[in-house]
């Protein structure tokens, strides 16, 4: 969605250690309007110093707004919900879930979305839900590894509207706009606030059906020396998959991070169908052992870089609302892309085609019955088009 806008300040928050506190300062700040959007919000230690936070900004006459997926929160606490409610805050479900037992194709179209913008000045894009980032995690696993950014400038405007837009509708169905008492949008700060380029690109059922995965893909066709990708739920389509090889096979050093620890079964042992075909090609595969992984960011040549909620998955690229943004800067793709290679490097374990050809059958039947499942869930859901297509 738009284009890429100059002048941005960016800062990169590794893991919930560093988002949460810059998040929890913006609404405290806060002095007009919040906007705040996720998957998953959980009332544990962390997100109930969110919750307290945002009830504390409505109880002193800022506009709040929350809207959760109706799937991912669907655990919220209905006390939690009504003492939100009655502190003031707006709180909203995307696509509710009704009847849970009802199978219907609509429930796999998601707001997957990471987003927040306090007083349409001070934005947040990323992958971090709203909950402790030691959750699952065991005694001696590491916090949950995943990135978010900070934004002021140009770029905020984008981020405000995309928000707006979607809450109006939530709230108020397609034609909020000509309503009458709908309309408290506030004015973007749009001053240039810092030295890089950046553009928000989302993935919605309507004109942006393709948005993130084409933006990988220019990129990645683009590429000379160096693609660094780490996505903790990836199963990408074959126009990916293609061109992941064709940069490895032309020289361009690849390397891939992924979920190292079983967390969703079937996707964990699905991605592992495609190993041996990034190997062949010259593709380095790594597996995070320190804990949960949860990162959905890439850099291309030092000086592109993305961060956001987009898993490269049938999921979040064929069904769910996502949000990343593109980052188009050596200063910032630089820290970014250390902080990944240390992840790599101390805390990952290499793929070795050797061990991998050399697996026991039912390890290998295990990876072809959950790639199969994949491939028959996207199908049967009608979505999937020619994703999957040889």
Known sequence: MGRLLRH???TLLCDGAEFFPALLACIHAAQRQIHLETYIFRIDATGQRIAQALMAAAGRGVEVNLLLDGFGSASFPLDWQARLRHAGV??????????????????????????????????????????????????????????????????????????????????????????PGTNSELRPDTRPAGMYSA??????????????????????HRAQQEILIANAYFLPGLRLRHA???????????????????????????????????????????????????????????HWAMVGSSNIDPFSLLLAREANLQIKHPDFAKPLRRHMLD?????????????????????????????????AGISISGYGGGYYQE
């Open 199 to 220: 553009r928000l690109v989302v993935r919605d059922n309507t004109r942006h059906r393709l948005s993130i995965e084409q933006s990988y893909l220019r990129q990645i």
């Open 8 to 10: 941005n300040a960016v």
């Open 343 to 375: 992840k790599i490097e101390r805390h990952s374990r290499q793929v070795d085609r050797q061990r991998l050809a050399q697996a026991p059958l039912p390890q290998r039947a295990l990876v072809w019955l959950c790639y199969g499942l994949v491939r």
């Open 244 to 302: 992941l090889c064709d940069a490895a096979r032309r020289g361009v050093k690849v390397k891939i991070l992924l979920q190292g620890k079983v967390d969703h079964a079937i996707l964990h042992y699905a991605t592992r169908m495609l190993y041996q075909d990034f190997l062949t090609s010259g593709i380095e595969l790594y597996e995070y052992q320190a804990g949960y992984m949860h990162a959905k960011v890439a850099v291309i040549d030092r």
């Open 90 to 179: 707006h709180l909203q479900f995307f696509r509710p879930e009704v009847m849970r037992w009802w199978p219907r194709r609509s429930r796999l179209r998601r707001l997957h979305r990471k987003l927040a913008v306090i007083d349409a000045h001070t934005a947040f894009v990323g992958g971090i839900n709203l909950h402790d980032d030691r959750d699952n995690a065991g005694p001696n696993d590491a916090p949950r590894y995943d990135y978010a950014v900070r934004v002021c400038g140009p770029v905020v405007a984008d981020i405000y509207h995309t928000m707006r837009q979607l809450w109006l509708r939530t709230t108020h169905g397609p034609l909020a706009r000509l309503l």
